[in-house]
T-cell receptor, first 114, second 116 residues
């Protein structure tokens, strides 16, 4: 059974710091991996989608890497800002029961203070 | 593009009543729609997967008679929580996979259900 773990569970940093969020998964037979952002009481915003054949994706100050063989992904946030404060979720696509299902980690709650 | 809406955004109901939540793909047709539940400070847990015109497939531990899913068209799926109890209070989020993409899921904004 696929398990997705995110470390750390919570992180508080001063504005301007570069930071790394970690995600690991137990079954390397994933289809793709996706990072999301969730603000309190809100739905999900997709940040980056990495296909299984790719090693990284970049969007603005965000960079996500994927190492399928070791079951790891990292999300790098450069020059953090208070507006980056949110919960960041890592999720893997697994083919199961005829569908491509998303399995989520528990998330990293990020607080960036001025 | 790829916008998914949910209605209502929040609902309060009394214990024992039923409540229906709608999930719509606004600018695409969805082969498959998914329903998730999220308890406070926890991650999203998949409840069920549905294709238009077929019965939903429920994840282990999810009561299909309590959480009724109807995928009536390629743009609409509904989740009905029957005989709701306070422990059903949660954040319910749906997602939809476009016919064209094959797998990627686009998420709705969620529905906050409170059962009193």
């Amino acid at each position: 059974k696929q398990e997705v773990t995110q470390i750390p569970a919570a992180l508080s940093v001063p504005e301007g710091e570069n930071l790394v969020l970690n995600c690991s998964f137990t079954d390397s037979a994933i289809y793709n991996l996706q990072w999301f952002r969730q603000d309190p009481g809100k739905g999900l915003t997709s940040l980056l989608l990495i296909q299984s054949s790719q090693r990284e994706q970049t969007s603005g100050r965000l960079n996500a890497s994927l190492d399928k063989s070791s079951g790891r992904s990292t999300l790098y946030i450069a020059a953090s800002q208070p507006g980056d404060s949110a919960t960041y979720l890592c999720a893997v696509y697994m083919f199961s029961g005829g569908y491509n299902k998303l399995i989520f980690g528990a998330g990293t709650r990020l607080a960036v203070h001025p | 593009g790829a916008v998914v809406s949910q209605h209502p955004s929040w609902v309060i109901c009394k214990s024992g009543t039923s409540v229906k939540i709608e999930c719509r793909s606004l600018d695409f047709q969805a082969t498959t729609m998914f329903w998730y539940r999220q308890f406070p400070k926890q991650s999203l847990m998949l409840m069920a997967t549905s294709n238009e015109g077929s019965k939903a497939t429920y994840e282990q531990g999810v009561e299909k008679d309590k959480f009724l899913i109807n995928h009536a068209s390629l743009t609409l799926s509904t989740l009905t929580v029957t005989s709701a109890h306070p422990e059903d209070s949660s954040f319910y989020i749906c997602s939809a996979s476009p016919i064209t993409s094959g797998y990627e899921q686009y998420f709705g904004p969620g529905t906050r259900l409170t059962v009193t």
